[in-house]
């Protein structure tokens, strides 16, 4: 499988970004897709994931209630809408894939993703 993000760009504080990540392959439907970010000098975090058919969507704390994750496997693509913008959102976003036998499971550790996308820097400006 191989991922590409896009989406990324400038946004003041309070604005609203989409990332898309278009994943290549037939069965994008058996993979439950994460995004992670990554900060100048910090670790990689995660973000949010969500499961084969969608049925289940996990975030990370400091993103509960501003960013949304959402996939369409008929185009091979999953979606980050982003919300009410912080400087501290500020990052390179990354959107990860895992192999999975059965729908319902996601997981939150970026070591447990099989493949990884190339990144898409998001900048929020105070």
């Known amino acids: 499988v191989q991922l590409q993000a896009s989406g990324g760009g400038l946004v003041q504080a309070g604005g609203s970004l989409r990332l898309s990540c278009a994943a290549s392959?037939?069965?994008?439907?058996?993979?439950?897709m994460g995004w992670f970010h990554q900060a100048p000098g910090k670790e990689r975090e995660f973000v949010a994931a969500?499961?084969?058919?969608?049925?289940?969507?996990y975030y990370a704390d400091s993103v509960k209630g501003r960013f949304t994750i959402s996939r369409d496997n008929a185009k091979n693509t999953v979606y980050l809408q982003l919300r009410s913008l912080k400087p501290e959102d500020t990052a390179v976003y990354y959107c990860?894939?895992?192999?999975?036998?059965?729908?319902?499971?996601?997981?939150?550790?970026?070591?447990?993703?099989?493949?990884w996308g190339q990144g898409t820097q998001v900048t929020v400006s105070s």
């Open positions: 990860a894939a895992r192999y999975y036998l059965k729908d319902h499971i996601a997981t939150n550790r970026g070591t447990e993703y099989d493949y």
């Open positions: 969500i499961t084969w058919s969608g049925s289940n969507t």
């Open positions: 392959g037939r069965t994008f439907s058996s993979y439950a």
